[in-house]
């Protein structure tokens, strides 16, 4: 972490956000989508017009080098980039703020926090970059189960430690952000090759504690599957698994803490496995009459074995929205890539499974098509998105996404289904049109990974409902159909009522059972997950 | 399950076997190896001459239509396939024949004989086709905590339910054997593809809950990655897990199952991905000067993002035993299969990255070489390979397997380690030089599965501590170099130790947390993986 510090209210760090002309671009889409007037603005407070409790914990003078009850780093870490948390941050809403947070510099430390947190009856909350979107980094402390509330933020465990150029892989602190983690690799010529778009502030433990989906649309779709070990420091010990490149010995271990979202223990490093930066692409940008057209080219596609780096589809709408299509037609952003050989066979197959689904593709286009084009256009949106939330929220703009998965012989019922209540609903709370995209990021043999993104025009003062409405009936919808809740957002506590619908009632008993043991006070990130 | 009934003592049904010439050849390489002279041959005894004591419990009324207490099924239910299984059969010990032995035709009779055994105090052994070569299904009843062994043959649950030809996907029962579950799919065009060498003998829910490897040398190697969802039989109630491409809502709980051996609950059906039946091949036998030669090629491969179907290789006297070559290289079996797409670039690129590490292909190979040349010899062995112990144990050959998996940056160091440890053993227990050959069977970017075979000349009276005494130092060599204790022959009770020692203990905290909340009374398959 160098440069400028994190802002405590909006996305990456203070001085950096969109220009001026992307602020009119996305603007002006919004009015053109809600009328010419003018929005309703409401001005954010600032860091010192906030009111903080007082801390209710001080940390001893043992921890004093890396802890802090400063306000800055009180407010940043308050909440994550949910919808929810711009609209409270909004409103100066601080009453979760963290009485104390602490910067642990190494396993001990780690512990040490722990130790004291326990000994003070304080929650833990574990925090990567606090790219959240569902409420996963929330102090909690309710005064009797919880008396205070600790993050813990991991940014100074931030090294490559060690290099193994023969298996590609390499032992990485968890607390390492994207940009660090590939800059340190790339001396190696090794890449872990993990974009999610929140890539610039996330940390590798934020990724494995959360199941991130990263940069392959196709077969190594989330985080889990680059894990070849783990340590993790829990209250009662720290647990490390063996570096191994497979096992049968008895179920996973690794699978226990990956997506655990610091409920067990806090990841502390990990042995990742890595590719070798590639040195041939083949990609293309193809059209498609329709959005279900493109679905069965990414479906014929996925089951053909070819393993796309990239098979992401827009509909109409969202490929107009970024700018990327005149929304006539439906995008599929196409990319193969590989550190060790050409790739024309494998992509000429996929155009022609394009073809079969009456996919035409860009013409014109070169090796480098993936930053060209209809899909460079949409690349550079997807990058710069998250910069949005924060001034679209005070012109009290509802602009969220959701994202899950479904098995292709329900896709095509399973999306107008969700894609309707989710209108329904933006209809009902805000009494204003509103429109649902649909893009898939990744995709499997057996069925997509739909992600839905929707607008709505709200009301400052309604904000907070009018989402929880259109949320809480898009979740509904998902859950309805046989989706997933989510497939790389995690649960934290936003997804809670409906993972609580979805997962096994039994696994949840055997998961708080699993807790006890590593947990025994129920200190860390309460409420995620399950309840003790 | 048609046709005779299975081998009490044996590999596969009554009246099958290797034939004269298969024997003869078998025996004449144990011939070469360790004397000209006569092997002391031993009298296997038949069923009618075992003692077995009398049944501790016997079912209610209201069980007997699906439960026995018969010799037969009782004597075919005491062991697995391992070799101190086949000593002590040989001996006529068959102290640990369960009581009961239940062919459940549904789930509520699963349920019905798991209430009936908790509440006589009896354990409970879920049985798939009994393949277990590491002590899996062995009934546990000391008298004390368990009084009393019942075992659960899950053959009655043999159907593919649902076939969904879209996401390609079925829902299977767990009792389902491999030749019925490919012939029931083989009307849809689809198949699973999962060719362990126990497929003719073994079920999908055996499969499952032990983490078998496969038919896929790389990519899909294990089981695990097919299984789109479970239901689970536990004592306190059946989970069912959503059917799902892709999630990540928190830990994954068909992974909590999936390696679990029947300490968590019973498999009772699963939804399985499936594959496209393949169309398209590519293959051939390549030979190299060392075995590690061959193995750097593996690498290369696996590290080049080919996915080969099949790209295991024999080191030189491994190759030799099988009839594969005459011991004066190593052999690679190199195959790539698809239903989609001709595989001529894959194979090209392959047989490259083979030439970089003085790799020749065999010559004059069509699209069959998979099932001709050293290939095809070698796969017609391994397929019968498992008919060899029944007559191998009765003239005191003491002939086992073992397996493993370790990154490549250790690999070579840890395969001389491993192998010289085996046969210092086998030198020491037996006092006749022995012979360890290695192969691998699945292979990663990061690390090979190698699978080590060894042979020694044992002595009646003497073969179960003289098989100890090879096991238990080559298994401390595996775990001493950092591999792990099984790549997919399961943990059951003979990895114990091992798996003890190679698995994190806060994880086995965990796991016996869980197994409290789904199996109260500890009565499901005691003494796998964890105790209580």
């Given at each position: 972490m160098t440069g400028a510090r994190l802002k405590h209210y909006g996305w990456g760090r203070e001085g950096e956000g969109m220009s001026a002309e992307e602020r009119a671009f996305v603007l002006g889409r919004y009015h053109a989508k809600f009328g010419a007037g003018e929005f309703d603005t409401v001005?954010?407070?600032?860091?010192?017009?906030?009111?903080?409790?007082?801390?209710?914990?001080?940390?001893?003078?043992?921890?004093?080098?890396?802890?802090?009850?400063?306000?800055?780093?009180?407010?940043?870490?308050?909440y994550g980039k949910s919808y929810p948390d711009y609209v409270r941050a909004m409103l100066g809403d601080y009453d979760c703020a963290p009485d104390v947070v602490a910067y642990p510099r190494n396993e001990s430390e780690i512990s040490a926090v722990m130790d004291w947190a326990g000994s003070v009856g304080a929650s833990l909350t574990p925090f990567g970059g606090g790219s959240t979107v569902c409420g996963g980094v929330e102090p909690q402390a309710d005064g009797i189960k919880h008396k205070a509330a600790v993050t813990l933020d991991l940014r100074n465990l931030s090294n490559v430690v060690e290099v193994d150029p023969v298996s590609r892989a390499a032992l990485i602190d968890a607390g390492t952000y994207g940009p660090s983690l590939e800059n340190q690799l790339k001396p190696h010529r090794l890449t872990l090759r993990h974009f999610p778009q929140s890539f610039e502030?996330?940390?590798?433990?934020?990724?494995?504690?959360?199941?991130?989906?990263?940069?392959?649309?196709?077969?190594?779709?989330?985080?889990d599957d680059f894990v070849e070990s783990l340590r993790v420091v829990t209250p009662v010990g720290v647990v490390e698994t063996r570096r191994l490149p497979g096992?049968?010995?008895?179920?996973?271990?690794?699978?226990?803490?990956?997506?655990?979202?610091?409920?067990?223990?806090?990841?502390?490093?990990?042995?990742?496995?890595?590719?070798?930066?590639?040195?041939?692409?083949?990609?293309?940008?193809?059209?498609?009459?329709?959005?279900?057209d493109a679905a069965r080219a990414v479906r014929a596609v996925a089951q053909a074995g070819l393993y796309p780096s990239n098979c992401?589809?827009?509909?109409?709408?969202?490929?107009?929205?970024?700018?990327?299509?005149?929304?006539?037609?439906?995008?599929?952003v196409l990319a193969f890539e590989s550190g060790d050989h050409p790739l024309d066979a494998w992509f000429k197959r996929a155009l022609e499974c394009c073809a079969d689904h009456r996919g035409t593709p860009e013409p014109a286009e070169a090796g480098d098509a993936h930053l060209e084009?209809?899909?460079?256009?949409?690349?550079?949106?997807?990058?710069?998105?998250?910069?949005?939330?924060?001034?679209?929220?005070?012109?009290?703009i509802i602009n969220d996404t959701f994202e899950t998965a479904i098995t292709w012989d329900r896709f095509e019922t399973f999306h107008d289904q969700v894609k309707a209540a989710t209108e329904r609903a933006i209809l009902q709370a805000t009494g204003v049109k509103g429109e649902v995209t649909c893009r898939f990021t990744h995709v499997y043999p057996d069925g997509p990974a739909p992600y839905f993104s929707f607008h709505a025009r709200g009301r400052h003062g309604a904000l907070l409902a009018q989402w929880k409405a259109i949320k809480d009936a898009a979740s509904d919808a998902l859950i309805a159909a046989g989706g997933t809740i989510t497939h790389h957002h995690a649960v934290g506590r936003d997804h809670r009522p409906w993972y609580d619908r979805q997962r096994p009632q039994l696994f949840a008993a055997a998961l708080r059972a699993a807790k006890r043991e590593l947990d025994p006070r129920g200190m860390l990130n309460p409420g995620v997950l399950i309840d003790p």
């Open positions: 001005t954010v407070p600032g860091l010192e017009e906030l009111s903080l409790r007082e801390p209710r914990v001080v940390p001893p003078a043992s921890l004093t080098p890396f802890c802090t009850t400063e306000r800055y780093d009180r407010a940043a870490h308050t502030y996330s940390t590798l433990g934020g990724w494995i504690a959360t199941r991130s989906g990263g940069h392959f649309a196709s077969l190594y779709t989330h985080i096992s049968g010995a008895g179920p996973s271990p690794d699978r226990m803490f990956i997506g655990s979202e610091g409920i067990l223990g806090v990841i502390s490093r990990a042995w990742m496995r890595l590719q070798q930066r590639p040195k041939f692409r083949a990609g293309a940008s193809v059209r498609f009459p329709t959005f279900f992401r589809i827009l509909d109409p709408q969202e490929a107009f929205n970024t700018g990327a299509s005149d929304g006539s037609s439906a995008i599929m084009g209809a899909a460079g256009i949409w690349r550079n949106a997807f990058i710069r998105m998250p910069y949005a939330r924060e001034f679209l929220t005070p012109v009290a």
